[in-house]
């Protein structure tokens, strides 16, 4: 069972960057999708984007292209999420997940991190 943790998460301005990573306690490249969630106060969880099990390309949510870039380091077992321009309606929680099929939908997924809160100040 692949264990999932969140970091980098915190309060920025508007306009600001931040750094999110997620460490998985095993090797998830050629096995799993990886995929970033959100979820706002009183909002469905959705996905940012995700990253595929191989080859490595992204797909993003259309409120986040452009601005949010997924990257992952093999060695390490590690997935980022880089979040440039940030805007006060990022404000979420953001979850790390993996899953073997992939998808828009968070019950593709099967392993979840704790999530990390993102607070974008204005």
């Known amino acids: 069972q692949v264990q999932l943790v969140e970091s980098g998460g915190g309060q920025v301005q508007a306009g600001g960057s931040l750094r999110l990573s997620c460490a998985a306690s095993e090797r998830t490249f050629g096995i799993y999708y990886m995929a970033w969630f959100r979820q706002g106060p009183g909002k469905e969880r959705e996905l940012v984007g995700v990253i595929t099990r191989s080859d490595s390309s992204t797909y993003y949510a259309d409120s986040v292209k452009g601005r949010f870039t997924i990257s992952r380091d093999r060695a390490k077992n590690t997935v980022d999420l880089q979040m440039n321009s940030l805007k006060p309606e990022d404000s979420a929680i953001y979850y790390c997940?993996?899953?073997?099929?992939?998808?828009?939908?968070?019950?593709?997924?099967?392993?979840w991190g704790q999530g990390t809160q993102v607070t974008v100040s204005s």
């Open positions: 997940a993996a899953g073997r099929y992939g998808g828009t939908y968070p019950e593709n997924y099967n392993y």
